[in-house]
């Protein structure tokens, strides 16, 4: 059953990500460089957003079998309108980076935090509950939408605004279909007592500051890059950052597979060493494979996927490849350590990705060395990571 389930999982995800990107290169074929640059400073925002809604996601998984539902319910609407009345705050700080003159796109943008508690707490109990049909269909409904939403809204004329509609329709739509697939199991789940929620706050925390780290190493850049830059040049780097994160997301489907099992054996360490050489291996094919690729034909895929209006952003897809690798191999070493339970994932993403920001921000003179700040910082944090993991390996056996 888990084999079946991980496959049916890893395809649905494999789809996810197939129409995720191809709603990059759908909007990157309708909109020039500076509008281009500009969706993508909004979804670097929606990848942060992502990091509080997976860290809620993450605790009502190791939560919903101690708390009670309704009251995990009645949290998730309390979560939602103060997350919404804080973005909505935020709002000059996230213009000024975004370079946005336009307000009613940060308004329309932010009508995603609406539909994102709640449904996150459908699907978590989804997976809570070993139900992954379910889980599978959401995660490959939401972006097929996206992409096909955005699509007709391009093809209206509606530019920019079509592209970031798009993003809450699809919102709102699989929030409905959430709630649609857990119905039937709500009625099974027994009421409890409402609980002490210290527990669950302090597992939210350590979550969220492990993926905060990791989120903001490949979406502070793009963020950073719409600051210092023209934007056009945005768009290029956004084009360049896009391209790259094939070989990262590639990657991250192998460790929803490789993580669970790492849980499962942390007490073998013979099968734990095992598995985790074995999907440092898969994920190193992975990476051989884009690096071949970017380094070879780097013309022909920026032709492809963005059409000559973006040819300028073929020399730094390489380099910006090799940062996706170092950064696959350090979210390997991260996962391991979570599974572990151990704290140092947390601080380590933390420090690195500060390290990152500070880099770009003393020494941004043009896009590659944006690209080299991040090598460099990955490149530490890797290094550190697999002492940690050694470490472990020996203090095991």
């Given at each position: 059953m888990i084999f079946t389930n991980s496959l049916l999982v890893l395809a649905a995800t494999i789809?996810?990500?197939?129409?995720?990107?191809?709603?990059?290169?759908?909007?990157?074929?309708?909109?020039?460089?500076?509008?281009?640059g500009l969706l993508e400073g909004f979804i670097a925002l929606n990848y942060l957003l992502a990091v509080i809604i997976s860290s809620f996601s993450l605790s009502i998984i190791n939560a919903v079998d101690r708390i009670d539902f309704h009251q995990l319910q009645r949290l998730s609407f309390k979560l939602t309108l103060i997350a919404w009345l804080i973005f909505l705050l935020?709002?000059?700080?996230?213009?000024?980076?975004?370079?946005?003159?336009?307000?009613?796109?940060?308004?329309?943008?932010?009508?995603?935090?609406?539909?994102?508690?709640?449904?996150?707490?459908y699907v978590a109990i989804l997976q809570a509950k070993l139900k992954?049909?379910?889980?599978a269909i959401l995660n490959f409904f939401?972006?097929?939408?996206?992409?096909?939403?955005?699509?007709?809204?391009?093809?209206?004329?509606?530019?920019?605004?079509?592209?970031?509609?798009?993003?809450?329709?699809?919102?709102?739509?699989?929030?409905?279909l959430s709630y649609w697939l857990v119905r039937p199991?709500?009625?099974?789940?027994?009421?409890?007592?409402p609980a002490n929620l210290t527990a669950f706050w302090s597992f939210s925390s350590l979550s969220f500051i492990t993926l905060l780290g990791l989120t903001s190493l490949y979406v502070s850049d793009i963020l950073l890059v719409r600051f210092f830059f023209p934007?056009?040049?945005?768009?290029?780097?956004?084009?360049?950052?896009?391209?790259?994160?094939?070989?990262?997301?590639?990657?991250?489907?192998?460790?929803?597979?490789?993580?669970?099992?790492?849980?499962?054996?942390?007490?073998?360490?013979?099968?734990?060493k095992n598995s985790f050489f074995q999907t440092a291996g898969l994920?190193?094919?992975?990476?051989?494979?884009?690096?071949?690729?970017?380094?070879l034909f780097p013309q022909p895929i920026i032709s492809l996927l963005y059409g000559s209006a973006y040819y300028s952003a073929a020399p730094f897809l390489f380099p910006f490849a090799v940062f996706m690798v170092i950064f696959s191999f350090f979210n390997l070493n991260l996962q391991f350590l979570l599974a572990l339970s151990q704290k140092a994932a947390g601080w380590l993403a933390g420090l690195t990705a500060i390290c990152q920001l500070g880099l770009i921000v003393a020494r941004h003179q043009n896009l590659l060395a944006i690209i080299q700040n991040s090598i460099l910082a990955v490149s530490v944090g890797l290094l550190i990571s697999i002492i940690f993991s050694?470490?472990?390996?020996?203090?095991?056996?």
């Open positions: 789809f996810g990500h197939f129409f995720n990107y191809l709603f990059h290169f759908v909007t990157g074929r309708f909109l020039p460089p500076d509008q281009y935020f709002y000059p700080l996230f213009s000024s980076l975004l370079q946005l003159n336009k307000p009613y796109l940060f308004l329309i943008f932010s009508l995603q935090i609406l539909f994102a508690f709640v449904p996150t707490l992954f049909k379910q889980f939401s972006p097929f939408i996206k992409t096909l939403t955005a699509f007709f809204l391009l093809l209206l004329g509606l530019k920019i605004s079509g592209a970031i509609a798009s993003l809450v329709i699809s919102s709102f739509l699989a929030a409905c199991f709500l009625k099974k789940i027994p009421a409890k007592t934007a056009d040049l945005s768009g290029i780097y956004a084009a360049v950052s896009v391209i790259g994160k094939i070989v990262f997301f590639i990657s991250a489907t192998v460790l929803t597979v490789s993580f669970p099992v790492f849980v499962k054996q942390k007490t073998e360490a013979v099968k734990l994920i190193g094919l992975i990476s051989l494979a884009g690096l071949i690729g970017y380094q050694i470490k472990h390996f020996y203090a095991k056996t």
